[in-house]
């Protein structure tokens, strides 16, 4: 098992000491606005449900609250600063409804206008409860038509959405077939309500306001709706039918995060997952809570508070929710549903559901959503490239000296803090990246992701073997023969020394100079060297650990000899059953081994340590006043990981001076490289926290792709777009 390496560069003569200086201060650096998940999604308010009426009475809901009342809560909601949307119902007084018309038009809000309120209450009792999807065509007619008469008030609003609900489940008393009879009755409706809400907006010269069907419970509890539409399942039937057969496209659903608890199609109850399947139809995403226990008094679609101390929604949930929104890059409205209890006031439940919700938008693995995505290596790097270099390795020895002679290196090569791409893992036999027992053996793959971390401008360099470091000149030589500029000038280049400790052979400690030596980088135009030591303390090889320790020993003392930066890995192991080595990761070994390794070589003036993070390792670093980079490990899969390990590294001592990183930045599961390695430089370079660091991250997935096709092949490709669902707001 093999990890990441540290960093450090030689200077010409005349001969002087490295000194590693402190930088004075930290450079302040411009803070760019960065935006939280779904930072750009409509926030709206369920108004008549933050604003019942007086008191937390019910008026607002029946449209008789005063009109001091609605124009007090309208006036909070549009000066809150969050909202930009509001979800309103019916208003009956006349005047008091132009008044709301044109205080909404000041806020310039997004408008919903709900009439699910309006079907559930029924006044007058004049519609059936099956509402829209009655079986009875009568019925259906009548509810179709009290809608309708709502589409005309909705546009008198300004309204851009219209919500409604489908009507009360008939149940399966006598088996599926009423319910089958209901959805049809269902979907002929919503073609009604789409074709009649299309004329109106025809002749008012307006946009079709979306047509929105809410899912609800098909629970007959206390609290509860027992409505046909229902599980997400069938609502998303239905609404593939609605838009695909009846080409109803401002056609869709609105899902309540509190209703996932009270959707069941069978025992359990709904999760975030469904979202995933619902994705091409969303219109509209509530987030609410909800008390699922049924003893409780207030069990059931009564949406209680987010701080409510028994509901079912908790922040470890609704951020799963939110990053479940951000992974399908949903573009839609997202509303907040709350009603005070008691004597809460609607203005600390909705701030408290707004801090839940922005707690839950900012954590790391909320705003590191990949979605589907997949960073494809040959786009970057196509094969027809890739075999360039064989074609020029027939003639190369001369081209790669002259390419290493004429190199621009840096005047100040160590910066404040470095990250150098380790790339000599295939020369020691080890070729694994997670479950893949031979990722690193393909070649174009490997260069190809080596490359595209290299050529972010603000990565300082890579630390890699002869072969490697040939194949790079050699690129480096024909993207600048094709009108390019060298990518390899003032980068830090490092070469690997001893890479003789083959991974599972029975002398693995025995570490023998086998890339570079120190002379070899000397003519190679390099920067330093880099070598590794492993501590076997128990088996029979504990011996070749100490003949490679004396080897390390002597490559620093050549490295001082010519003032050339040694960066030494020193790695305490211990063997398992089956032979394999592990590395110790506790700092108490990592401590140890440290005092070994700066001790080698006659000076520790040149030394640079490259360590693996570890738990307490504020203690690690002041186990050494030398320079410390810190290595990846192998890869998680998820850089998420890494980039916390070096936010908490860099704050653990003004000696950790960047990073040393292989695996974890080359193969980031199935993200894109050259974005972990923006994400990376925004800790190590901009001293971000790691939560910023990941919204950078997916801001420059695909970018510069078409580096080397545009120069070396003349074909600027589009750059990949993150698959996205055709939700677009209209």
Same mark, same amino acid.
């Given at each position: 098992?093999?990890?990441?390496?540290?960093?450090?560069?030689?200077?010409?003569?005349?001969?002087?000491?490295?000194?590693?200086?402190?930088?004075?201060?930290?450079?302040?650096?411009?803070?760019?606005?960065?935006?939280?998940?779904?930072?750009?999604?409509?926030?709206?308010?369920?108004?008549?449900?933050?604003?019942?009426?007086?008191?937390?009475?019910?008026?607002?809901?029946?449209?008789?609250?005063?009109?001091?009342?609605?124009?007090?809560?309208?006036?909070?909601?549009?000066?809150?600063?969050?909202?930009?949307?509001?979800?309103?119902?019916?208003?009956?007084?006349?005047?008091?409804?132009?008044?709301?018309?044109?205080?909404?038009?000041?806020?310039?809000?997004?408008?919903?206008?709900?009439?699910?309120?309006?079907?559930?209450?029924?006044?007058?009792?004049?519609?059936?409860?099956?509402?829209?999807?009655?079986?009875?065509?009568?019925?259906?007619?009548?509810?179709?038509?009290?809608?309708?008469?709502?589409?005309?008030?909705?546009?008198?609003?300004?309204?851009?959405?219209?919500?409604?609900?489908?009507?009360?489940?008939?149940?399966?008393?006598?088996?599926?077939?009423?319910?089958?009879?209901?959805?049809?009755?269902?979907?002929?409706?919503?073609?009604?309500?789409?074709?009649?809400?299309?004329?109106?907006?025809?002749?008012?010269?307006?946009?079709?306001?979306?047509?929105?069907?809410?899912?609800?419970?098909?629970?007959?509890?206390?609290?509860?709706?027992?409505?046909?539409?229902?599980?997400?399942?069938?609502?998303?039937?239905?609404?593939?039918?609605?838009?695909?057969?009846?080409?109803?496209?401002?056609?869709?659903?609105?899902?309540?995060?509190?209703?996932?608890?009270?959707?069941?199609?069978?025992?359990?109850?709904?999760?975030?997952?469904?979202?995933?399947?619902?994705?091409?139809?969303?219109?509209?995403?509530?987030?609410?809570?909800?008390?699922?226990?049924?003893?409780?008094?207030?069990?059931?679609?009564?949406?209680?508070?987010?701080?409510?101390?028994?509901?079912?929604?908790?922040?470890?949930?609704?951020?799963?929710?939110?990053?479940?929104?951000?992974?399908?890059?949903?573009?839609?409205?997202?509303?907040?549903?709350?009603?005070?209890?008691?004597?809460?006031?609607?203005?600390?439940?909705?701030?408290?559901?707004?801090?839940?919700?922005?707690?839950?938008?900012?954590?790391?693995?909320?705003?590191?959503?990949?979605?589907?995505?997949?960073?494809?290596?040959?786009?970057?790097?196509?094969?027809?490239?890739?075999?360039?270099?064989?074609?020029?390795?027939?003639?190369?020895?001369?081209?790669?000296?002259?390419?290493?002679?004429?190199?621009?290196?840096?005047?100040?090569?160590?910066?404040?803090?470095?990250?150098?791409?380790?790339?000599?893992?295939?020369?020691?036999?080890?070729?694994?990246?997670?479950?893949?027992?031979?990722?690193?053996?393909?070649?174009?793959?490997?260069?190809?992701?080596?490359?595209?971390?290299?050529?972010?401008?603000?990565?300082?360099?890579?630390?890699?073997?002869?072969?490697?470091?040939?194949?790079?000149?050699?690129?480096?030589?024909?993207?600048?023969?094709? $009108? =390019? #500029? /060298?990518?390899?000038?003032?980068?830090?280049? @490092?070469?690997?020394?001893? *890479? &003789?400790?083959?991974? !599972?052979?029975?002398?693995?400690?025995?570490?023998?100079?086998?890339?570079?030596?120190?002379?070899?980088?000397?003519?190679?135009?390099?920067?330093?060297?880099?070598?590794?030591?492993?501590?076997?303390?128990?088996?029979?090889?504990?011996?070749?650990?100490?003949?490679?320790?004396?080897?390390?020993?002597?490559?620093?003392?050549?490295?001082?000899?010519?003032?050339?930066?040694?960066?030494?890995?020193?790695?305490?192991?211990?063997?398992?059953?089956?032979?394999?080595?592990?590395?110790?990761?506790?700092?108490?070994?990592?401590?140890?081994?440290?005092?070994?390794?700066?001790?080698?070589?006659?000076?520790?003036?040149?030394?640079?340590?490259?360590?693996?993070?570890?738990?307490?390792?504020?203690?690690?670093?002041?186990?050494?006043?030398?320079?410390?980079?810190?290595? $990846? =490990? #192998? /890869?998680?899969?998820?850089?998420?990981?890494? @980039?916390?390990?070096?936010? *908490? &590294?860099?704050?653990? !001592?003004?000696?950790?001076?960047?990073?040393?990183?292989?695996?974890?930045?080359?193969?980031?599961?199935?993200?894109?490289?050259?974005?972990?390695?923006?994400?990376?430089?925004?800790?190590?370079?901009?001293?971000?926290?790691?939560?910023?660091?990941?919204?950078?991250?997916?801001?420059?997935?695909?970018?510069?792709?078409?580096?080397?096709?545009?120069?070396?092949?003349?074909?600027?490709?589009?750059?990949?777009?993150?698959?996205?669902?055709?939700?677009?707001?209209?």
């Amino acid at each position: 098992m093999e990890q990441e390496k540290p960093i450090l560069k030689p200077i010409k003569p005349p001969i002087k000491p490295i000194v590693v200086k402190e930088p004075a201060k930290v450079k302040k650096i411009k803070e760019k606005t960065i935006k939280m998940t779904l930072e750009k999604n409509i926030k709206s308010l369920v108004h008549f449900m933050a604003f019942p009426g007086p008191r937390l009475g019910r008026s607002t809901i029946y449209g008789e609250a005063p009109e001091k009342y609605m124009l007090d809560s309208i006036n909070w909601i549009g000066k809150h600063g969050f909202f930009k949307g509001i979800e309103i119902t019916l208003i009956k007084d006349h005047e008091i409804r132009q008044k709301v018309i044109n205080l909404l038009k000041k806020y310039k809000f997004y408008i919903t206008f709900c009439a699910q309120p309006i079907q559930l209450i029924n006044e007058d009792n004049l519609i059936a409860q099956t509402d829209i999807s009655s079986i009875d065509e009568l019925e259906r007619t009548n509810a179709v038509n009290r809608l309708k008469h709502y589409i005309i008030e909705a546009y008198e609003f300004g309204a851009i959405n219209f919500c409604f609900l489908s009507g009360k489940d008939p149940g399966t008393e006598n088996g599926l077939r009423l319910r089958r009879q209901a959805t049809q009755s269902l979907i002929r409706s919503i073609h009604e309500i789409c074709v009649y809400n299309k004329s109106i907006a025809k002749k008012l010269n307006k946009r079709p306001m979306k047509i929105t069907l809410e899912t609800f419970d098909r629970l007959s509890d206390k609290n509860c709706k027992n409505q046909l539409i229902g599980p997400s399942d069938e609502a998303r039937e239905l609404a593939e039918i609605v838009r695909n057969n009846y080409g109803h496209d401002i056609f869709g659903i609105l899902y309540d995060l509190s209703h996932m608890f009270l959707l069941r199609n069978g025992f359990d109850h709904e999760e975030a997952n469904v979202l995933r399947s619902l994705a091409p139809y969303l219109n509209f995403i509530h987030i609410a809570n909800t008390i699922i226990d049924k003893e409780h008094p207030q069990y059931g679609d009564a949406h209680v508070g987010m701080d409510h101390p028994d509901g079912a929604v908790t922040s470890e949930i609704l951020a799963n929710f939110v990053k479940t929104l951000n992974e399908i890059n949903y573009k839609n409205p997202i509303g907040f549903e709350f009603i005070p209890q008691g004597r809460q006031l609607s203005e600390s439940v909705v701030n408290i559901a707004v801090a839940s919700y922005k707690e839950a938008a900012e954590q790391i693995d909320v705003n590191y959503a990949l979605g589907a995505y997949r960073f494809k290596t040959r786009r970057f790097l196509p094969e027809k490239i890739f075999y360039m270099i064989t074609d020029y390795r027939l003639n190369s020895y001369e081209i790669i000296r002259q390419e290493m002679k004429n190199r621009q290196r840096r005047e100040r090569p160590w910066g404040d803090n470095l990250i150098i791409i380790a790339a000599d893992h295939p020369a020691r036999r080890v070729t694994r990246v997670g479950e893949n027992d031979l990722a690193m053996g393909d070649r174009q793959q490997y260069l190809g992701r080596i490359l595209r971390v290299l050529i972010h401008d603000r990565v300082d360099g890579v630390m890699t073997t002869p072969d490697i470091m040939d194949d790079l000149f050699l690129i480096n030589y024909f993207y600048k023969e094709n $009108g =390019g #500029e /060298s990518f390899l000038d003032n980068k830090i280049l @490092l070469g690997c020394t001893n *890479r &003789g400790g083959l991974s !599972g052979s029975s002398y693995e400690m025995d570490d023998l100079l086998t890339a570079y030596t120190v002379e070899d980088i000397i003519n190679c135009n390099l920067d330093g060297a880099k070598m590794m030591f492993r501590i076997d303390l128990e088996t029979r090889q504990a011996r070749y650990s100490q003949r490679t320790i004396e080897i390390c020993s002597k490559i620093i003392r050549a490295c001082n000899k010519n003032n050339i930066p040694a960066f030494v890995e020193p790695l305490p192991v211990y063997r398992e059953k089956d032979g394999t080595y592990v590395v110790q990761y506790n700092a108490d070994d990592i401590i140890k081994a440290i005092g070994i390794a700066t001790a080698l070589g006659g000076s520790s003036s040149n030394i640079w340590l490259k360590i693996p993070y570890v738990a307490n390792f504020e203690q690690v670093v002041r186990s050494t006043s030398n320079p410390i980079l810190m290595l $990846g =490990g #192998e /890869s998680t899969g998820n850089p998420t990981d890494i @980039l916390e390990n070096f936010e *908490r &590294g860099l704050g653990a !001592g003004p000696n950790v001076k960047g990073c040393l990183v292989g695996r974890n930045l080359l193969y980031p599961g199935f993200d894109d490289p050259y974005a972990s390695a923006v994400a990376v430089s925004r800790i190590l370079h901009d001293y971000d926290n790691t939560e910023k660091a990941v919204k950078e991250l997916a801001k420059n997935r695909a970018k510069r792709m078409d580096f080397f096709t545009s120069i070396i092949l003349g074909i600027h490709t589009e750059a990949e777009k993150e698959f996205s669902y055709p939700s677009e707001l209209t």
